[in-house]
Every structure is written in C-alpha cells, then in structure tokens.
C-alpha cells in the first residue's frame, strides 16, 4: 500500500532543521508494509497545506503529516485541517485533561493559551499524545485516511508507534515486506551490475534490487513484498547466494554492518592488535576504527606523522630514503607501516602517504596519489592509488581503501 508523508515547516525549507521525521518514518512504515511513494515538504501557510492534502488524498490511500501542531498563531495545520474536512474546531475534553497533566508533571504554569492544544476538528479520532501535550488527529474522506501529528519527533515518534501503526494494520490488507543486504568495498556500483547484469534481469516483479553506493563502499540491497514472509526469505537467500559467488572478494558483510564492526570483529575474536601511522589521513582510520564500542580491546593507538621529522623520530622512516625517494613513495609507507608495528607493538599496522590538495601536486606526483602499506605477521605490503581530486573525498576514499586491504589480510592471516 503506498502513502506519502507531508511535512510542514518553513524551517525544514530553509535548511534550518534537518527533516529527520520522513526519514524516521519511512523506515517504520516500510517495516509494517506500507510504502512511501513521495514526502512533500511544505511552508505553514494555508495555501501551501490545502493544496498538499488535496494532492496527496487523490493520489495514495494514506496520507500522514507532520508539523504546525503548536498553540502559537504560526501553527495552522489544524486549523486547515478542520477546514478540509469542513469540520469546526470543539474541545474535547480527554485532550484537556492530558494538557493539565503534562503541566502538572513539569511543574509549569498553564496559559490561557495552551487551552487551544485541547481544540480538535469535530469527528476526527483523536491519538492521545502521552508525551507531549498535541495530540494527533486521524481522519478519513471517500479519497483516504490523513493523520496529522506533531512535528516534535519524540512525540510523532509515539503516536506512530503507539497509535497510528496498530490502526493501519487493522485498517489495510499489508503485504510482508522483507529487506537483506550485503555489503561491499573496492568495486563500484557499475562493475557490480556487469557482473550480475542476468540476474537482476531474470528478478521477478515483487523482488527490488537497489544499489546504494557511498565512497568506498557499495550496499546492495534485495527487496520483496508478497503474502509469505517465509518464502520471500528463503528467495532472497538463493538469489543473493548467486550474487555473492560473482564477487566474493569484495563482499564484506553479508549483513548491513559496517567494515569496521567487521574488522573489530575478527581482531577481537582472533586476539589481534592494530594500529596506524597516517600521513595525509591525519588519524581518520584510528578514529573509524575506534568508533566500535570495544576498540581498546583491539587497537593500540596511532602516530599521525604529518611531517617528516615525525616519520623520522618516531616511526624510524630513513631520512635518506626521504630524501631520495619522497614522502609519498614505496619505501616510506613500508617503513611507516613497520616502525608503528613496532612502536605499538600490534599484529597489524595501517600506514597511509600521499597528496590529498589542493595544492602540493607535481607531474610524477599528482593530487590524489596516495600509497597505503599494511604490516602483519607474514610481512607488509604497498599498494598505490590515484584517488582523483576533493580533500575531503580523498581522504574519506582512502580510509575505505586500507580498510579494505587490512581486512584482506586478516582473512588471508586467520
């Protein structure tokens, strides 16, 4: 069943608020089978309200909106939702004794004002709102049901949960709907679909494949909606099964984790150690590594050898291999890798050298050439890339890279 969410609020327009709502409930839509075919972001005016309920109601069977709920003369959406359904505004007084309360238990003085929250369009179902002191209105017309909550995300995130989510179950006939995804680094979304181009073409309707790429890492996810959820499992099982057999060296996971969840995994699990010494990263791989709640167990620590004293001093790079061969080159990365092993004293070591711009390039040496050496117990090794131009993008590229090359080596290790 398709829906679409309106949200309401010249400060998700203007980028003064970021609309984490949609996103909130697009997910807990999805997990009870209704999906979101479009999310309208709306200014509080009148005109603008009308004409997305009007819109939305002759398009999906259930519209849901957020926002403009407040008692203060900026908040209008009841006021124009009552006027949709040509409905005056009453008091009820379930409402206004939920208002009293909630000021009660905060020890807040009550205004003549806040009465207003307590106004509902005559015959609407009211939603209690437990948390705060607006409550959400449901409504029905011959064209679709609209709900109208909060845009106060604690409270919206209640209604949904608490009130809105068992009526639409009751209400509609909701198909199952299951997700799985895989996750995979150091190949693009285009090589991906060449590699399993007749299988995404021999999917039958009711199964969704997506690609949702980020920098260095791929995730591919299967979609399926139909009356067993049992049978759509064991579909997607089988098709990813084929998938996972064309490119097994790249995937990951086959679970949507991260590569660093992955990584501290098997660290843990092995009792191993990690650390780096990071150039032009400037200690983003330690600081990827060590989002994982339990990090310290695994990772030792970092050196952010940004200059070549540093790479001297305390990594024991050569001054004349710098000096001969550069900073970004074989030699140097190799040696990073190897003295922050030591100094660390870790089973593994990321080491990371390069250009990351605007400005330092050379011809021999352009912006984006980036080296990144892995030390282990069976050696170390160097690997060279050309990460093209963007700081930021650079950086984020190759923290993804010599993840990638680290977890190679750990399974090749173990």
């Given at each position: ?64 909106i957020t926002g403009g709920l407040g008692p203060t003369k900026d908040d209008i959406t009841k006021k124009v939702f009552a ?296 050696g170390v090794s160097a690997h060279r890339f050309n990460l093209g131009k963007g700081r930021d993008r650079i950086v984020r590229?190759?923290?993804?890279l010599a993840l990638g090359l680290l977890l190679k080596e750990l399974r090749q290790e173990n």
């Amino acid at each position: 069943m398709n829906s679409i969410i309106v949200s309401i609020g010249d400060e998700l327009l203007i980028g003064q608020t970021v609309n984490t709502n949609a996103t909130w409930m697009g997910r807990e839509l999805n997990n009870i089978g209704v999906e979101v075919l479009e999310v309208l972001t709306i200014s509080d005016t009148e005109t603008a309200i009308e004409d997305a309920l009007k819109y939305a109601g002759n398009k999906v069977p259930l519209v849901l909106i957020t926002g403009g709920l407040g008692p203060t003369k900026d908040d209008i959406t009841k006021k124009v939702f009552a006027k949709f359904f040509n409905a005056p505004l009453v008091e009820n007084k379930v409402v206004l004794e939920n208002v009293k309360r909630m000021f009660k238990a905060y020890n807040s003085t009550m205004l003549p004002i806040n009465n207003l929250q307590a106004l509902v369009p005559e015959g609407c179902e009211v939603l209690l709102n437990k948390v705060g002191t607006a409550p959400g209105m449901w409504m029905e017309n011959k064209q679709a049901i609209f709900v109208s909550m909060p845009g106060v995300p604690n409270e919206m995130k209640y209604l949904l949960k608490e009130e809105v989510s068992k009526r639409i179950v009751d209400k509609f006939d909701l198909p199952s709907i299951v997700h799985h995804s895989i996750m995979l680094q150091g190949i693009g979304e285009s090589h991906i679909a060449e590699e399993i181009s007749d299988i995404e073409d021999g999917l039958p309707a009711y199964l969704k494949l997506a690609y949702l790429p980020d920098v260095g890492v791929v995730k591919l996810r299967l979609t399926g909606r139909g009356s067993s959820e049992r049978e759509l499992k064991i579909e997607i099982k089988t098709i990813f099964d084929k998938i996972i057999e064309r490119v097994s060296e790249n995937v990951f996971s086959t679970t949507e984790t991260t590569i660093e969840e992955v990584i501290g995994k098997l660290l843990s699990e092995n009792k191993q150690t990690i650390s780096t010494a990071e150039s032009f990263t400037s200690g983003a791989i330690a600081s990827t590594i060590t989002r994982i709640s339990g990090a310290s167990s695994y990772f030792h620590g970092s050196v952010v050898s940004y200059s070549n004293q540093v790479k001297v001093n305390q990594l024991g790079v050569s001054k004349f291999d710098l000096s001969e061969k550069g900073a970004v080159s074989e030699t140097v990365v190799k040696q990073m890798s190897i003295g922050v092993q030591k100094l660390m004293g870790t089973d593994f070591a990321i080491a990371t050298t390069g250009i990351a711009g605007p400005n330092g390039g050379t011809e021999e040496i352009p912006i984006g050439s980036v080296w990144i050496g892995i030390a282990s117990p069976r050696g170390v090794s160097a690997h060279r890339f050309n990460l093209g131009k963007g700081r930021d993008r650079i950086v984020r590229k190759a923290v993804f890279l010599a993840l990638g090359l680290l977890l190679k080596e750990l399974r090749q290790e173990n």
